[in-house]
Nanobody
Framework: QVQLVESGGGLVQAGGSLRISCAAS????????MGWFRQGPGKEREFVAA????????DYAGSVKGRFTISRDKDKNTMYLQMNSLRPEDTAVYYC????????????????WGQGTQVIVSS
C-alpha cells in the first residue's frame, strides 16, 4: 500500500502563485505514475496533471497547461504542483493519487488517494 498526504494549500489572490505537495510513504517502489486532481464546489473531481514517477512524460489538463507545473523529488518521495497565474475557478480541494494505468486521466485508474488540500483563489 502507498499512503499519500497533501499539504500546502491556502488562500491566494487571483494572479498569485502557490505550490502544493504530496508526500508518499509505504510501498513507494510500486509507484509508476502519479496525478493531481481537483474538486471545486458543486463540481465533479477532475484531472489536473500527471507524471511518470521515473521520468519520461508529464500530462496537463487544457485548463491549467502553461500555468501549472507538476514535478517530483524521488529522494523525498514527494510530488509537487506549482500553480501560477491562479484564477478564482482554480478554487478546489486538490488531491493526489497513484496511477495504475500510466498516462490515463480517468479517476478509476488511480488509487491511494490522499485526503486533499484546499486551495482558495480570491478575486
Amino acid at each position: 500500500q502507498v499512503q499519500l498526504v497533501e499539504s500546502g494549500g491556502g488562500l491566494v489572490q487571483a494572479g498569485g502563485s502557490l505550490r502544493i505537495s504530496c508526500a508518499a510513504s509505504g510501498r513507494t517502489f510500486n509507484i509508476d505514475s502519479m496525478g493531481w486532481f481537483r474538486q471545486g464546489p458543486g463540481k465533479e473531481r477532475e484531472f489536473v496533471a500527471a507524471l511518470a514517477w521515473n521520468g519520461g512524460w508529464t500530462d496537463y489538463a487544457g485548463s491549467v497547461k502553461g500555468r501549472f507545473t507538476i514535478s517530483r523529488d524521488k529522494d523525498k518521495n514527494t510530488m509537487y504542483l506549482q500553480m501560477n497565474s491562479l484564477r478564482p475557478e482554480d478554487t478546489a480541494v486538490y488531491y493526489c493519487a497513484r496511477g495504475v494505468v500510466p498516462g490515463s486521466r480517468r479517476l478509476s485508474t488511480y488509487d491511494s488517494w490522499g485526503q486533499g488540500t484546499q486551495v482558495i483563489v480570491s478575486s
